[in-house]
């Protein structure tokens, strides 16, 4: 069994100090009584919630997995989810940062992004069913007629009915243009509301199927029978499990069902479902052929979502190995015994082993900031009253999405690795619960777009075909910084760096630019690289800046020591992996020859 404990104070520094999310969020429209206060008090809550009722559940559900019945196409979830579920739909947390217009708090985005991490560190499969719901709400606020989102977008909000997501076929993954599901025109059973009839199988369908909520909506990708070929082609469309009447109350079954749950490597409690619809009733919701459009509204909101769950991965991890740690006595410290009335030193004497400890803390602290200060962005976006500024955020964000999500997630892989490193062979068997966070985070690499995948959009599109106008943003804040810090003594070994760290990034980003402009294929030679070189220098910026309001702030001085050492460790022994992927590019695609 592991343990873990909500990082509040990590999360207060990063919020407050580092970010200064709440004089942000007070000047933003409708933000006026999001003081720290209130902030704080919904982040005590999210932590004595995860604390309590989902990481005592973490262990033991992942072992007994969710259970399919064949016959009836129904899911049965672990023990304990139902209650935990029932309890958050309660609290209000399933409508914490929906509008109020439709039952939620309206509360900012930046603290849904805090709250998520707690939750899903606590149990990051319970965590997927309310999490894909987040998304639905969001397409149907943006892309919904009003009746859609008074009469499917209200009980999720509500915390009654769960969304999902259904995008993926057999043959139709990242390729979306491939997929085959249909939709034809049909009579309305009830009402004078337009009706099609879905046809299709959906692979790969989080929480498709489950025992939590009196209904399931799911938002699905269909072509029309006059529809272009390609992305062009597709469409979305709203498919209750149960048929909704023109006065909310449930009618009778859809024909949409599970027709198996995935065995999966990880992630066991959560049931990712097989989805076959055979002329289902649906509502297309959108413009007819522009249902990527909506998707992409899901889907950003769920790749920074995806980049949370690493996060909350890793903090649960490095808090469990520390532990074990400071409490497993093995062998002496290479300098002479530090415990000599023990029979063993802790594993802390070994240099090596603070080596795995720091490098965890410097993933899980920089990725904390960078997450937060992207959906703060996502707040400036939707709130602030000066457009200017709403678009210059909304640009940041599409720049950041790709780095939060496919950096972020491989960094959990290496912090889960190390954890298990540190507990040794203990750590390869299952009763002691840490195996368990290895096995989760190797998914959280692939869905919502693989790591290939992020590379490609950060610097084929975010990049080439949008000119880098994101990219000039950060580079302009991080300049910026830099030069207001410029005289800082305390700052000095950390600014030197990480300016030039910016440039060479700029740099190399107009090299490849030119590069690729000449051969295509150095863009796919390139990309994956090119987004870990991004990500260490964002990961450098959070840590200056992290460092720089550790300075001022006043926080113990054990909590501010513990900043240095590990903004220190960060630019000494991380930040150097740049020089490695900028070889790795200078190399081309010439180093990647055709395979017969």
């Known amino acids: 069994m592991t343990a873990y404990k909500a990082p509040l104070d990590d999360l207060r520094f990063a919020l407050f100090d580092v970010l200064g999310a709440e004089k942000t969020l007070t000047g933003l429209r409708g933000g006026e009584a999001h003081s720290r206060d209130l ?27 969710c259970h399919f019945d064949k016959a009836t196409g129904a899911v049965t979830t672990p023990k304990g989810f139902k209650e935990a579920f029932k309890q958050f739909a309660e609290g209000g947390w399933t409508g914490l940062t929906n509008p109020e217009a439709y039952g939620g708090q309206a509360l900012p985005g930046v603290l849904g992004t805090a709250t998520t991490e707690i939750f899903q560190s606590g149990n990051l499969a319970w965590s997927l069913y309310p999490l894909l719901s987040e998304g639905a709400t969001h397409a149907m606020e ?56 879905i046809t299709g199988t959906k692979i790969f369908i989080s929480a498709g ?122 062998s002496r410290s290479l300098s002479g015994p530090k415990f000599p009335d023990r029979p063993a030193d802790n594993l802390l004497v070994q240099p090596d082993v603070r080596r795995m400890l720091l490098t965890q803390r410097a993933f899980v602290e920089g990725s904390r900031a960078l997450l937060l200060y992207t959906a703060l962005q996502t707040d400036i976006e939707a709130r602030a009253t000066d457009e200017a500024a709403r678009k210059a955020a909304g640009e940041l964000v599409a720049f950041l999405i790709p780095i939060a999500k496919g950096v972020v997630t491989e960094l959990a892989q290496e912090c889960t690795k190390e954890a298990l490193q540190i507990y040794g062979g203990h750590g390869y068997i299952a009763e002691n619960g840490v195996e368990q966070f290895v096995r989760d985070a190797r998914i959280i690499t692939l869905y919502e777009g ?53 440039k060479n990034w700029s740099d190399l980003t107009l090299k490849l630019a030119q590069r690729v402009q000449a051969n295509p294929e150095e863009l796919g030679a390139a990309a994956v690289d090119y987004l870990y070189y991004s990500g260490y220098v964002a990961l450098a910026y959070m840590w200056a800046r992290s460092l720089a309001a550790a300075v001022t702030g006043t926080q113990s001085a054990a909590f501010k020591q513990a900043k240095r050492d590990t903004a220190s460790f960060y630019f000494a022994r991380i930040l150097p992996r740049t020089l490695m992927h900028h070889a790795a590019i200078e190399a081309g695609v010439a180093t990647l020859p055709d395979i017969a």
């Not at 979305?236 to 909704?244: D, E, G, L």
């Open 39 to 65: 902030l704080d008090a919904v982040l005590e809550e999210a932590g004595r919630l995860s604390e309590q009722l989902l990481a005592p559940t973490n262990g033991p559900a992942d072992e007994e997995g």
């Open 142 to 197: 943006l892309h919904g007629e009003e009746w859609q989102r008074e009469r499917f977008m209200k009980p999720i909000v509500e915390g009654r009915w769960t969304g999902t997501m259904c995008l993926t076929e057999p043959q139709a993954g990242s390729d979306l243009g491939l997929l085959k599901t249909r939709a034809e025109p049909a009579q309305a059973e009830s009402g004078d509301r337009k009706t099609y009839k």
């Open 209 to 330: 199927e489950h025992d939590l909520a009196e209904n399931i909506v799911h938002l699905v990708l269909a072509r029309l029978p006059d529809a272009p070929e390609g992305s062009r082609g597709i469409s979305m469309f709203i498919v209750p499990k149960f048929k909704v009447n023109e006065d909310g109350s449930l009618g009778a079954r859809n024909t949409v069902a599970a027709g198996a749950i995935e065995h999966k490597m990880g992630i066991h409690a959560c049931s990712t479902c097989v989805i076959n619809l055979d002329g289902a009733e649906g509502y297309l919701i959108g413009q007819p052929n522009k249902g990527l459009m909506a998707m992409f509204t899901m889907m950003n909101a769920a790749r920074l979502s995806v980049g949370v769950q690493g996060l909350a991965l890793a903090e649960r991890a490095l808090q469990n190995s520390l532990n074990y740690a400071r409490e497993r006595l093995q």
């Open 450 to 502: 693989t790591t290939g995948i992020q590379a490609a959009d950060l610097l084929g599109r975010k990049i080439l075909q949008l000119q880098g106008v994101g990219f000039k943003h950060f580079l302009e804040e991080i300049s910026t910084f830099c030069q207001q810090h410029s005289a800082d003594e305390t700052l000095r070994a950390y600014i030197a760096p990480l300016a030039i760290a910016t």
